[in-house]
Structure formats: structure tokens, C-alpha cells
């Protein structure tokens, strides 16, 4: 299957710093990215669509200045978390479409503020 | 409005036992539903998908079957392991407006030795 690579898979950084996580499709071109934030025993909520070259669609309840999405290839798409907080501690999940099929995911990234 | 309805919440199932899981959509532009398998800390990772126009679709011991007519779809997973313990996702997704994936709340299996 499609292979969906993530990084860093666990990052603790310092309240009011900021953090990048990446996420690259290895094996093909990604129309469509997606982040999504996991609670826990809880389902994926979509954070944000983006697609390469276009700016990113946030959803609802979602600050844009804080969740910086920048989708710069088909392959890479990055979140940045700026001036992040510890209620911005989740887990955070990519995914990738290929056209014509459906999303392969990350490996997530578990964040914590301190 | 939750477009992909998923029961049960949680499952206990012996070994060597048929774990079934339930999805219902609504929006009928959906032709594209997979199922994701999640274990703690990992991102969820594609099982198996079928599209509308066959009503099963097999691989190993995991199974979806597709009600087009009931807007329903249900993965089966035959002779249950403990390693199958996860959390189980169902998803719909389709072209033009729909094409954003939906996902169901989840199903957490546990599989008993």
C-alpha cells in the first residue's frame, strides 16, 4: 500500500514555542492532504484540508493563525503549531489522497506542551 | 449532523470468533468506503475498501459486506486473534463536494485469548 511518513512521532516542547511536524507521501503524489487531531478513545477530527499550491481550508473552530499549514509539493504538506499551549497537547495525524483512491495516514505525532 | 453512523462502541470477542461492525451513511454521493485499523499511538492504517458496485469484498479473514439499497456496510472479521484488538474505523468518502473522507466514532475490539 501507499506509504505515509510523519515526523517527528513524539515531540515535547516548552509553552509558547513552536512546532513543526511534516508529513510526506514516499510512494506517490498526494492531491489532497488532510491533519487531523485525535483525543483519546475518540475519532479523527479534521483540522484542515490542503491542497499543493493552494491555501489550506480550515475548518470550522479551527485558528488558522495557530495551525499553520503549508502544502508546498505533491508530497509534503507541514503543520506548525505556533505559540502552542498545553491545551494544544493531542495527538496529530496526517493523511494522504491519491487520486482516484482513498487517504493513507501518518504515523501521528504525539505532542505535549509543558 | 454525523453522516456515518458506527455501532457498537465496543466489542469483547472470544478467539477464534466472528467480530462484526456496522456503518450506516446518508449522504448517497459517498462511492468510497473503507475500513481503518488503529492501535494506541498509531496513526490508523487502511484494512480493506469497497465501492457500490459489488455488495462484498473479501481479503484474508476480513470481510465488507455493502447494502447499497440500505446505505449500510458492515465489516467482518473471521476467526478473531487477539492482535486484532483496535479501534476500528469505518469511512465514506466520494468525488466533487463529498470527497472529504467522514469518518465513523469508532469501534474498540477486544479480542479475549
Known amino acids: 500500500g501507499a506509504v505515509v511518513s510523519q515526523h517527528p512521532s513524539r515531540v515535547i516542547c516548552k509553552s509558547g514555542t513552536s512546532v513543526k511536524i511534516e508529513c510526506r507521501s514516499l510512494?506517490?503524489?498526494?492531491?489532497?492532504m488532510f491533519w487531523y487531531r485525535q483525543f483519546p478513545k475518540q475519532s479523527l477530527m479534521l483540522m484542515a484540508t490542503?491542497?499543493?499550491?493552494?491555501?489550506?481550508?480550515?475548518e470550522q473552530g479551527v485558528e488558522k493563525d495557530k495551525f499553520l499549514i503549508n502544502h508546498a509539493s505533491l508530497t509534503l504538506s507541514t503543520l506548525t503549531v505556533t505559540s502552542a499551549h498545553p491545551e494544544d497537547s493531542s495527538f496529530y495525524i496526517c493523511?494522504?489522497?491519491?487520486?482516484?483512491?482513498?487517504?493513507?495516514f501518518g504515523q501521528g505525532t504525539r505532542l505535549t506542551v509543558v | 449532523q454525523q453522516q456515518v453512523k458506527q455501532s457498537p462502541q465496543s466489542l469483547i470477542v472470544q478467539k477464534g470468533g466472528i467480530s462484526i461492525i456496522n456503518c450506516a451513511y446518508e449522504?448517497?454521493?459517498?462511492?468510497?468506503f473503507p475500513w481503518y485499523q488503529q492501535f494506541p499511538g498509531k496513526g490508523p492504517a487502511l484494512l480493506i475498501a469497497?465501492?457500490?458496485?459489488?455488495s462484498e469484498k473479501k481479503e484474508g479473514r476480513f470481510t465488507i459486506s455493502f447494502n447499497k439499497s440500505a446505505k449500510q456496510f458492515s465489516l467482518h472479521i473471521m476467526d478473531s486473534q487477539p492482535g486484532d484488538s483496535a479501534t476500528y474505523f469505518c469511512a465514506a468518502s466520494g468525488s466533487g463536494g463529498s470527497y472529504i473522507p467522514t469518518f465513523g466514532r469508532g469501534t474498540s475490539l477486544i479480542v479475549h485469548p
Open positions: 449522504n448517497t454521493a459517498f462511492d468510497y
Open positions: 510512494d506517490f503524489q498526494a492531491t489532497t
Open positions: 490542503s491542497n499543493e499550491g493552494s491555501k489550506a481550508t480550515y
Open positions: 469497497i465501492r457500490p458496485d459489488v
Open positions: 493523511s494522504a489522497r491519491a487520486q482516484g483512491a482513498g487517504s493513507f
